[in-house]
């Protein structure tokens, strides 16, 4: 099947957030997803992005049962090691089910990965859930690391509350 | 003790890149360290850096038995979340030992909170070892939640041969 991956424009964000919501129902945490494609143009358009994204589009005559071409994205940005220096981090990568199995998933994942050599990143990163074996799976045959397994790092994360209260003990200027 | 928090300057990386080789060496991973003061200038200090850094700072009355004023810092980033938005990202926090217990590496993460939030950052995150318990502890206290623990979430990293594999594999422009 014939597809091209290419720069997200701000006009793909309604369907870069429609794919979002689907990827969050497959890790079984809809009910997580906050934002709309508003914050998506907001945030990734503007000056100073605080992410990029690439898309595989299909032609018209492979559309999607329900009428997409948009049919997979990759939502990355740049994070920094203090050990190795500057790493690319792969948010999100997803390939709507019925495209699945043309490479799809696996070329975007490179476009990130080229764009990132280009800016001179030594790293990419992501994080997987522990049940997605078909995710984790493909990381691994690649020649991924499982950092949280071989390394012991473990994600910690302030928000809501936590956050708030953070905030307001911070020191006076 | 009287201390100050702000932003970092370049002239600070040379304290910067010292205290991330001694934070380094507390992990047990001094090997790992491949990066210089010149690259932390090249890559905070530039046109869109890739971090923003805070150091803590004393008088001189106060310095290290080494000589040193500058004897914590906290180097963050902004990354994104799909789910929930902007979200601050706190790569590494660090006090020298003997300055300890005075409520600097509170007052630096707190700091970086603030800023975040002036940022309309819903999130703080951060990665900590396993078996890293006065910090993990820290953290819980502080009403952070470990995702890796309640959600099941694992690092994945790409570097070396296996990342230059996924660059070779990139489809063509």
Redesign the interface.
């Known amino acids: 099947m014939d597809y091209k991956?290419r720069a997200a424009r701000k006009e793909d964000c309604k369907d870069i957030a429609r794919m979002?919501m689907e990827?969050?129902v497959f890790e079984k945490?809809p009910d997580?997803?906050?934002?709309s494609y508003k914050?998506?143009e907001r945030?990734g358009f503007c000056q100073?992005p605080?992410?990029e994204c690439l898309i595989a589009e299909v032609s018209d005559a492979h559309r999607s049962k329900c009428g997409h071409t948009v049919v997979g994205y990759a939502?990355y940005?740049?994070?920094?090691?203090?050990?190795?220096?500057?790493t690319v981090?792969l948010?999100?990568l997803y390939v709507m089910p019925e495209f699945r199995g043309n490479g799809i998933g696996?070329?975007l994942?490179?476009?990130v990965?080229?764009i990132a050599?280009e800016k001179q990143c030594?790293?990419?990163?992501?994080?997987?859930?522990?049940?997605n074996s078909p995710a984790?799976d493909f990381?691994a045959a690649?020649?991924?690391?499982?950092?949280?397994?071989s390394?012991?790092?473990?994600?910690?994360?302030?928000?809501g509350?936590?956050?708030d209260?953070?905030?307001?003990?911070?020191?006076q200027d």
């Not at 997580?32 to 934002?35: A, E």
């Not at 940005?77 to 500057?86: D, E, H, I, L, N």
């Not at 209260?165 to 020191?171: D, G």
């Open positions: 991956i979002i990827l969050a945490m997580q997803v906050k934002i914050e998506l945030d100073n605080f992410f939502l940005f740049y994070t920094y090691s203090t050990w190795k220096g500057r981090y948010e999100d696996k070329s994942m490179s476009k990965a080229k050599a030594v790293r990419l990163q992501l994080s997987v859930l522990d049940w984790r990381y690649k020649g991924a690391q499982d950092l949280t397994d390394e012991g790092w473990h994600f910690i994360r302030f928000d509350l936590s956050l209260n953070l905030v307001k003990e911070a020191p």
